[in-house]
């Protein structure tokens, strides 16, 4: 069956664009996180859905960062007035439940002008 | 929350064993080890995992000190596929959904 997939997978905006970034996880899969990935870095944690619900966004850097999951499957990461700091791959990652292994996307490379 | 620590980089020669380490002296009790690799310009993907014995699967083994403190990824035989970053994940805190990363350890490997 088809993995994660994202969209785009790449993308440029200029400073204060608005930009939303697509998941499509593994169907069934309950659980699904976003990442960030800044170059040489390794991924920082977002944010963390179980089904529809946003059960922690504490990674979020600030209120430009907005995510839902509305029907449990499909994802998008919004990003308001983007930020040259914003600059980065955009992971998105499911897994059957919480603890089991996560499937990452391919990511969606941001760059902020 | 939780840290993790391990070496920015190794080399291994083909064919040999490569013995991966992580520091994570605040792991809560009952918090699984995972351990993930990234390839470039891909997503990381799923390496092993353990709580408190040794694991192994076709990928690798994982040998998890007494204490929890540390552990040890180990591929046995290591191909010029296995060059990657190799990251030792953690939950940040009991309660929460966040894990660390951290930085990794970059595996190069020698033909």
């Known amino acids: 069956g088809a993995g994660v997939s994202q969209s785009p997978r790449y993308k440029v905006a200029k400073r204060g664009q608005d930009v939303a970034l697509r998941c499509d996880p593994i169907?069934?899969?309950?659980?699904l996180f976003w990442y960030q990935q800044a170059l040489g870095q390794g991924p920082e944690f977002l944010t963390y859905?179980?089904?529809?619900?946003?059960?922690?966004k504490s990674g979020l850097p600030s209120d430009r960062f907005f995510a839902e999951r509305p029907e449990g499957s499909v994802s998008t990461l919004k990003i308001q007035r983007t930020q040259q700091e914003d600059s980065a791959v955009y992971l998105c990652?499911?897994?059957?439940?919480?603890?089991?292994?996560?499937?990452f996307g391919p990511g969606t490379r941001l760059t902020v002008l | 929350d939780a840290k993790t620590t391990q070496p920015n980089s190794m080399e291994s020669n083909e064919e040999e064993p490569v013995h991966l380490p992580c520091n994570h002296s605040?792991?809560?009790?009952?918090?699984?080890i995972h351990w993930y690799r990234q390839l470039p310009s891909q997503g990381p993907e799923y390496v092993i995992h353990?709580?408190?014995s040794n694991v192994n699967n076709r990928m690798a083994s994982l040998a998890i000190a007494e204490d929890r403190k540390s552990s040890t990824l180990i591929l046995h035989r290591a191909t010029l596929r296995d060059a990657a970053v190799y990251y030792c994940?953690?939950?940040?805190?009991?309660?929460?959904?966040?894990?660390?990363f951290g930085t990794g350890t970059r595996l190069k490997v020698l033909a």
């Open positions: 994940i953690l939950r940040a805190t009991s309660g929460t959904y966040k894990y660390i």
């Open positions: 169907s069934g899969h309950v659980s």
């Open positions: 990652a499911s897994s059957l439940e919480y603890y089991n292994e996560q499937f």
């Open positions: 859905f179980q089904n529809e619900a946003q059960l922690d």
């Open positions: 353990g709580l408190t």
């Open positions: 605040t792991i809560s009790g009952t918090d699984y």
